[in-house]
T-cell receptor, first 115, second 116 residues
Framework: GEDVEQSLFLSVREGDSSVINCTYT??????LYWYKQEPGAGLQLLTY?????DMKQDQRLTVLLNKKDKHLSLRIADTQTGDSAIYFC???????????????FGQGTELSVKP | NAGVTQTPKFQVLKTGQSMTLQCAQD?????MYWYRQDPGMGLRLIYY???????DKGEVPNGYNVSRLNKREFSLRLESAAPSQTSVYFC???????????????FGSGTQLSVL
């Protein structure tokens, strides 16, 4: 995951907004993803954005994409204690004849929500 | 609907021992993957199988082998375990062909492996 960078920790108070940031390097990436990992579990897809979009909103989640700066962010409005988890951004890679969906993940940001 | 099932959930090995991690998916997905997760390093791809009968190396394949036994099953083998292979291992699967949806990965719950 060295090509996709995230800060490791974020702490917010319940009810505040959380913003998790990510930078990526491959300008040919067609899709960028946010995955959520709860303790002791595998990753689950939270949302994704196509590279020709600037923004995508899904209930409390807003994804912003700045393709020029290769910067992706995930905003969680009205953060709840149940949002405490590790959040991974990932970019898709297609190289050569690879037809499988190969994702490169960031290091993950651990979000801690304090009551 | 079980999704992606991994076994075992926990394993402790001594250096030099071998073991196979099993993974099965019931979603009729074409592609399957093995990742390892280490603190501060995110997920790194070990091997993947884009379709039944094919396997390819990912970022960190050394010390591992894989077998795509059939469309459902994709196993990861450690022939001679080393302490550096202490990690949490995740299997994942995805279908191919959809616009964007083909890269939606479904993950198993992970195998925590310790090599002493």
């Amino acid at each position: 995951g060295e090509d996709v960078e995230q800060s490791l920790f974020l702490s917010v108070r319940e009810g505040d907004s959380s913003v998790i940031n990510c930078t990526y390097t491959d300008s040919s990436s067609t899709y960028l993803y946010w995955y959520k990992q709860e303790p002791g579990a595998g990753l689950q897809l939270l949302t994704y954005i196509f590279s020709n979009m600037d923004m995508k909103q899904d209930q409390r989640l807003t994804v912003l994409l700045n393709k020029k700066d290769k910067h992706l962010s995930l905003r969680i409005a009205d953060t709840q204690t149940g949002d405490s988890a590790i959040y991974f951004c990932a970019e898709s890679r297609r190289k050569g004849s690879d037809q499988g969906g190969k994702l490169i993940f960031g290091q993950g940001t651990e979000l801690s929500v304090k009551p | 609907n079980a999704g992606v099932t991994q076994t075992p959930k926990f394993q402790v090995l001594k250096t030099g021992q071998s073991m196979t991690l099993q993974c099965a998916q019931d979603m009729n997905h074409n592609s399957m993957y093995w990742y390892r997760q280490d603190p501060g390093m995110g997920l790194r791809l070990i091997y993947y199988s884009a379709s039944e009968g094919t396997t390819d190396k990912g970022e960190v394949p050394n010390g591992y082998n894989v077998s795509r036994l059939n469309k459902r099953e994709f196993s990861l083998r450690l022939e001679s375990a080393a302490p550096s292979q202490t990690s949490v291992y995740f299997c994942a699967s995805s279908s191919t062909g959809g616009a964007g949806e083909n890269e939606k990965l479904f993950f198993g719950s992970g195998t925590q492996l310790s090599v002493l």
